[in-house]
Every structure is written in C-alpha cells, then in structure tokens.
C-alpha cells in the first residue's frame, strides 16, 4: 500500500525558510502529480504549489516568487523550499499525489498525507 511521509515543518520567525519534504512509498509504477496543500484555523484547505511527472508547475498566487516546489521521479519526492515566510503561512500542510498507479492494470488513486505544522511568528 502507498503511503506519504512527510518531513520538515515546525517553527520559524517571520522572513525565515522552511523545506517540506514526501516521500511516497510502495509499490509504484507511476504518479502524475505531486504537490502541497495547506489548511489554517477555520479557513478552507487550498492548494499550494503542484508539480507534474513533466515538470510543470503550479502555485498559488501567495506564494509565487517566495516557494519552490520541484520533484525526484526516480525517489518519488516532492520538495518545497519556503522563503521569505510570513505569519499567513502558518498553517497545516498536506503533501498529495495524484494518479498513483502501482502497476499498469491498476487504476489511479489520489492520496494525502498526515500533515505537517508551520507555524511563521511575526
């Protein structure tokens, strides 16, 4: 069964950097995105950044410019480098992966992982 395992959140100062890292593991034959929501107090998840098996990328207006989102095909790992963070960054991020097909007769599925917290002080 695939799974996501993601790293790197915590605490950090307003105008700091955070990198978020997933890993998805199992059986995987291929994933078509991969990519970070987030979801603060009381507010709506929303996306954060996307990235493509090609390399398309994909980012919410809030972040363009101060994330990075880029992605391992071979290690199946998406990576977001976070600069310049403000306190409405601060939120629970969600990695996802979409079309995770473990072999060619399986179908595609979606998944998410735990979450992870950030948390930017002013």
């Known amino acids: 069964q695939v799974q996501l395992v993601e790293s790197g959140g915590g605490a950090v100062e307003a105008g700091g950097s955070l990198r978020l890292s997933c890993t998805a593991s199992?059986?995987?034959?291929?994933?078509?995105?991969m990519g970070w929501y987030r979801q603060a107090p009381g507010k709506q998840r929303e996306l954060v950044a996307v990235i493509t098996s090609g390399g398309s990328r994909n980012y919410a207006d809030s972040v363009k410019g101060r994330f990075t989102i880029n992605r391992d095909n071979a290690k199946n790992t998406v990576h977001l480098q976070m600069n310049s963070l403000r306190p409405e960054d601060s939120a629970v991020y969600y990695c996802?992966?979409?079309?995770?097909?473990?072999?060619?007769?399986?179908?595609?599925?979606?998944?998410w992982g735990r979450g992870t917290q950030v948390a930017v002080s002013p």
């Open positions: 199992g059986r995987i034959l291929s994933i078509d995105a």
């Open positions: 996802t992966a979409v079309g995770v097909r473990a072999d060619t007769w399986s179908p595609r599925n979606d998944l």
